[in-house]
C-alpha cells in the first residue's frame, strides 16, 4: 500500500535511463532526482531555518560566501546533512531502500552533491 501511493507523489524519471546508464545513475534519474524536485519547497524552508539557527549571517554574505555556506552546511554539518538524507530515504520504496542500502555512501554523496547544487541554483529564492 505505502508503495504506489508514495509513487503517485513523485514525477517519471529525470534525466537518460539507457542500456548503457550505470545502476548507480540509473537509480540517482529515476529515484533521487523526481524526490529532490517534489522535496525542493521543504530543502529551502529548512535550509531558510537553518541560516536563522546560524544568527542569519548568510544574508550579508557574497554571493561566493552563501555558495561556501551552503557547501559548508551541508559538506560539515553532520547532524544537518543527516536531517536531510532523511528527507530524501523518507521517499523511497521498499525495494528502492535496498538499493540505497546496498550502496549508502555513495547514493549518500550523490544526495549532498546534488541538494549542494539545488540550493546554490536558487540563491535568490533563499533571499
Known amino acids: 500500500m505505502r508503495d504506489p501511493l508514495i509513487k503517485t507523489f513523485r514525477?517519471?524519471?529525470?534525466?537518460?535511463?539507457?542500456?548503457?546508464?550505470?545502476?548507480?545513475?540509473?537509480?540517482?534519474?529515476?529515484t533521487l532526482r523526481p524526490i529532490?524536485?517534489?522535496q525542493n519547497d521543504l530543502f529551502?524552508?529548512?535550509?531558510?531555518n537553518y541560516i536563522s539557527s546560524h544568527k542569519n549571517?548568510?544574508?550579508?554574505y557574497?554571493?561566493?560566501?552563501?555558495?561556501?555556506?551552503?557547501?559548508?552546511a551541508l559538506h560539515r554539518d553532520s547532524q544537518y546533512n543527516n536531517v536531510l538524507k532523511?528527507?530524501?530515504?523518507?521517499?523511497?520504496?521498499?525495494?528502492?531502500?535496498?538499493?540505497?542500502?546496498?550502496n549508502t555512501s555513495n547514493f549518500n554523496k550523490r544526495i549532498?552533491?546534488?541538494l549542494a547544487e539545488?540550493?546554490?541554483s536558487q540563491l535568490q529564492v533563499l533571499e
Not at 529551502?44 to 531558510?48: L, T
Not at 549571517?57 to 550579508?60: C, G, I, R
Not at 532523511?86 to 546496498?102: D, N, R, S
Open 11 to 30: 514525477n517519471e524519471a529525470i534525466g537518460d535511463i539507457s542500456s548503457q546508464t550505470s545502476s548507480e545513475e540509473a537509480f540517482q534519474n529515476k
Open 36 to 38: 529532490l524536485k517534489f
Open 44 to 48: 529551502i524552508a529548512s535550509f531558510k
Open 57 to 60: 549571517t548568510f544574508y550579508t
Open 62 to 72: 557574497s554571493v561566493d560566501q552563501k555558495i561556501a555556506f551552503i557547501e559548508k
Open 86 to 102: 532523511g528527507m530524501v530515504i523518507g521517499l523511497f520504496t521498499i525495494k528502492e531502500f535496498q538499493e540505497y542500502h546496498a
Open 112 to 114: 549532498i552533491n546534488m
Open 118 to 120: 539545488r540550493l546554490k
